[in-house]
């Protein structure tokens, strides 16, 4: 009867630990994608937020059918922010849209270092399946 509540408590234990370590890990460890998110309404001079701490790659901005050009816009990557200028009135008070990928709040941006933290919950894994397998005496 104990080992059957051992395997019950330690299973209960582990499938949560490990859900509440694989959220962190995938926040930490994955750039997220936005396609077409609203920013709001073209106005000259305006500085907008996107998501995210660091904009990677290419982004691009569009009013919804057109996209805009490079030159109507200053994109600030380490600030995550758009800076619409004075350029063109021809998009004034329409909606902007950007497609871009960015590093969530957190991110572990070294590729060794996201290695190292997937293997790790490996062996936290491992480690549930024998402290399990040990407590229930399916292990010498």
Known sequence: MSKTINLIIGVLIGVV???IMADSLFNNTNTVDVAD???GT???GTTYSLLGEVVTGTASFSNGSV???DGNYTLDEDAGTIYYGDVDLT???DSLYGTYTYYPVGYVKGSTSRIIIGLIMVFIAIGFVL???KSTGTSK
């Open 17 to 19: 630990f490990l859900g």
């Open 37 to 39: 998110g609203s920013l």
């Open 42 to 44: 073209i106005a000259n």
């Open 67 to 69: 996209t805009i050009s």
């Open 91 to 93: 998009y004034v008070g």
């Open 131 to 133: 402290g399990i397998m």
